[in-house]
């Protein structure tokens, strides 16, 4: 735990409740008649993936991958993925969940190797948008909000682990 910190309110529950809302009804609107395959990435996404899967209306499985960019609140620019127990996602319609795309590394990685693997379909969900940071060329296909370049904490999002419980999304300042 930092010892010294202020969190700056951002996003409110109420906020959040109402954009997955929104995107739990654009996605099942699109994937109408289909079956989804959604992917959580461990572990930021967690809290996002199981509040969205319970707002879609087709029915839907969920996998879980791990990938890590993140050392305390500046990106190391390489990408641990695990492949341990990977799901096997071809011939499925697939959406990849991640908390917040930052440099979009992560995601570029992430979509590269799902790819390779002969999914039906392949879409990006992420909950956070940093679009002012983008070193890679990826985008996600549904977005939760977009933010300044500000260190955000809380539904899911960590700082060294620390902040992930908190309901609202904040802005951590050290
Ligand atoms: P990217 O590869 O730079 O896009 O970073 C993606 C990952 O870094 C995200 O999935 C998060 O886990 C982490 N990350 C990026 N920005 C933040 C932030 O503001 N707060 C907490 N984690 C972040
Ligand atoms: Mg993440």
Same mark, same amino acid.
């Given at each position: 735990?930092?010892?010294?910190?202020?969190? *700056?309110?951002?996003?409110?529950?109420?906020?959040?409740?109402?954009? *997955? =809302?929104?995107?739990?009804?654009?996605?099942? $609107?699109?994937?109408?008649?289909?079956?989804?395959?959604?992917?959580?990435? &461990?572990?930021?996404?967690?809290?996002?993936?199981?509040?969205?899967?319970?707002?879609?209306?087709?029915?839907?499985?969920?996998?879980?991958?791990?990938?890590?960019?993140?050392?305390?609140?500046?990106?190391?620019?390489?990408? /641990?993925?695990?492949?341990? =127990?990977?799901?096997?996602?071809?011939?499925?319609?697939?959406?990849? *969940?991640?908390?917040?795309?930052?440099?979009?590394?992560?995601?570029?990685?992430?979509?590269?190797?799902?790819?390779?693997?002969?999914?039906?379909? &392949?879409?990006?969900?992420?909950?956070?948008?940093?679009?002012?940071?983008?070193?890679?060329?990826?985008?996600?296909?549904?977005?939760?909000?977009?933010? /300044? =370049?500000?260190?955000?904490?809380?539904?899911?999002? =960590?700082?060294? $682990?620390?902040?992930?419980? &908190?309901?609202?999304?904040?802005?951590? *300042? &050290?």
């Amino acid at each position: 735990m930092p010892t010294r910190y202020t969190l *700056v309110p951002m996003i409110t529950e109420e906020q959040i409740r109402q954009r *997955v =809302d929104s995107l739990g009804r654009q996605i099942s $609107e699109d994937y109408s008649g289909k079956e989804l395959l959604l992917i959580c990435t &461990l572990k930021g996404a967690v809290t996002f993936a199981a509040d969205l899967a319970r707002r879609i209306t087709v029915p839907c499985e969920m996998g879980y991958i791990k990938a890590k960019s993140y050392d305390g609140s500046s990106t190391t620019g390489s990408v /641990d993925i695990s492949f341990e =127990d990977f799901p096997d996602i071809r011939g499925r319609n697939v959406i990849i *969940v991640e908390d917040i795309i930052d440099t979009g590394i992560t995601l570029e990685r992430l979509s590269r190797h799902f790819k390779a693997m002969s999914p039906e379909s &392949l879409k990006i969900c992420a909950f956070l948008d940093k679009p002012s940071r983008r070193k890679a060329d990826i985008s996600a296909d549904y977005v939760g909000c977009e933010i /300044d =370049d500000f260190f955000a904490v809380g539904y899911g999002l =960590d700082y060294n $682990e620390q902040f992930r419980s &908190l309901p609202y999304i904040a802005e951590l *300042v &050290l």
